[in-house]
């Protein structure tokens, strides 16, 4: 089993900068996928990004140029750094693992952009 932590979310104002992190413990393997989704309210999850064991990664269209998905193999965490927040990026954000597949998800942490 594989349990993921995320933190970092919080209250910030249009325009500003947040960083969240997840840390993931359990049976990990080398050669895994990690990411993030959102869910704001009233709305289905949405993928943001994600990154491969080898550094690759992927955005969404929505956050693309704001956001940047980056990871620490050594110790297994993985972050989403978000500049120039919107106040439609409101929502709460999970971490996911994938392996050959299948996903592990965090509990999420919620970010509100609002004056």
């Known amino acids: 089993q594989v349990q993921l932590v995320e933190s970092g979310g919080g209250l910030v104002q249009p325009g500003g900068s947040l960083r969240l992190s997840c840390a993931v413990s359990?049976?990990?393997?080398?050669?895994?996928?990690m990411g993030w989704h959102r869910q704001a309210p009233g709305k289905a999850r949405e993928f943001v990004a994600r990154?491969?064991?080898?550094?690759?990664?992927t955005y969404a269209a929505s956050v693309k140029g704001r956001f940047a998905i980056s990871r620490d193999n050594a110790k297994n965490t993985v972050y989403l750094q978000m500049n120039t927040l919107k106040p439609e990026d409101t929502a709460v954000y999970y971490c996911?693992?994938?392996?050959?597949?299948?996903?592990?998800w965090g509990k999420g942490t919620l970010v509100t952009v609002s004056s």
């Open positions: 359990g049976s990990i393997f080398s050669t895994n996928v």
């Open positions: 996911y693992y994938a392996l050959s597949g299948v996903h592990s």
């Open positions: 990154i491969t064991s080898g550094g690759s990664t």
